[in-house]
């Protein structure tokens, strides 16, 4: 009976702890401007500044994309509608032809239109369709952490999400990736974290960095300002000429 408990209160504080670390994130109506820095395996770097807008509508999470570095891509502008399910889109907006491309929300395609966001899939889920579990508790550099497997309630692989969260500030220090095989695919690093004018109890970390293990590939995203935008509206996520 005892030992039944326990598991129930641990899969619960996993959840509550969860919730306290991503409700601290302004993760809709928001304005960002970020700086990404892309290393490759051979050493190469990429670099591009981004603005983002995110907002959520009915039940469709929405985010604009719109490159504003290098010169030769300003002006290109990605839609992701996410209504989490199978007609999720990706508009793709080019201004050197004019054209708009319409593609399917796949992880694959997210890639190919360099969406640097792999990790907040998870982040934004709704938690009633999670699971969770405290796998112990661990120091991150000299940061007591609480560390908490996540899980689609009705997952048929191992794909899954764990968590550090600073026990103290309930911040989320570091996120890891696990595909349908339960083979670890990224490493997410936040830190910088700075509160949001305008907004009570919401802060922004101000520097992620990302390893994508696949491809041996470093991004390091660096957010150079965060606003609050409550007057977003659906007409901010439609491309010109549609």
Same mark, same amino acid.
């Given at each position: 009976?005892?030992?039944?408990?326990?598991?129930?209160?641990?899969?619960?504080?996993?959840?509550?702890?969860?919730?306290?670390?991503?409700?601290?994130?302004?993760?809709?109506?928001?304005?960002?401007?970020?700086?990404?820095?892309?290393?490759?395996?051979?050493?190469?770097?990429?670099?591009?500044?981004?603005?983002?807008?995110?907002?959520?509508?009915?039940?469709?999470?929405?985010?604009?994309?719109?490159?504003?570095?290098?010169?030769?891509?300003?002006?290109?502008?990605?839609?992701?509608?996410?209504?989490?399910?199978?007609?999720?889109?990706?508009?793709?907006?080019?201004?050197?032809?004019?054209?708009?491309?319409?593609?399917?929300?796949?992880?694959?395609?997210?890639?190919?239109?360099?969406?640097?966001?792999?990790?907040?899939?998870?982040?934004?889920?709704?938690?009633?369709?999670?699971?969770?579990?405290?796998?112990?508790?661990?120091?991150?550099? @000299?940061?007591?952490?609480?560390?908490?497997? /996540?899980?689609?309630? $009705?997952? =048929?692989?191992? +794909?899954?999400?764990? !968590?550090?969260?600073?026990?103290? @500030?309930?911040?989320?220090?570091?996120?890891? /990736?696990?595909?349908? $095989?339960? =083979?670890?695919? +990224?490493?997410?690093? !936040?830190?910088?974290?700075?509160?949001?004018?305008?907004?009570?109890?919401?802060?922004?970390?101000?520097?992620?960095?990302?390893?994508?293990l696949e491809n041996k590939k470093?991004?390091?995203?660096?957010?150079?300002?965060?606003?609050?935008?409550?007057?977003?509206?659906?007409?901010?996520?439609?491309?010109?000429?549609?």
């Open positions: 009976m005892f030992l039944a408990c326990h598991g129930v209160l641990a899969e619960e504080d996993a959840r509550e702890i969860f919730e306290k670390a991503t409700g601290q994130l302004l993760t809709e109506n928001v304005e960002l401007v970020m700086e990404i820095e892309i290393t490759d395996r051979r050493g190469r770097v990429k670099e591009k500044e981004l603005k983002v807008l995110m907002a959520s509508f009915g039940e469709t999470r929405k985010t604009r994309v719109t490159w504003q570095k290098p010169e030769r891509a300003k002006g290109t502008t990605v839609i992701i509608s996410d209504a989490g399910d199978d007609n999720d889109t990706i508009e793709v907006f080019t201004p050197s032809n004019g054209k708009t491309r319409k593609l399917k929300a796949t992880p694959r395609n997210l890639k190919r239109v360099g969406s640097e966001f792999g990790m907040d899939s998870m982040i934004k889920q709704n938690p009633e369709e999670l699971s969770f579990r405290m796998i112990d508790q661990q120091f991150i550099g @000299s940061i007591p952490c609480f560390h908490i497997e /996540v899980k689609q309630i $009705n997952a =048929k692989d191992k +794909s899954k999400g764990e !968590l550090w969260i600073e026990e103290a @500030s309930h911040r989320i220090v570091r996120v890891a /990736v696990f595909d349908k $095989n339960g =083979k670890q695919t +990224s490493l997410a690093t !936040l830190s910088d974290y700075q509160p949001i004018d305008g907004i009570t109890q919401k802060s922004q970390p101000m520097r992620i960095v990302t390893e994508d470093q991004t390091n995203l660096r957010v150079l300002k965060v606003l609050s935008r409550q007057d977003l509206t659906e007409n901010d996520f439609i491309l010109a000429g549609m």
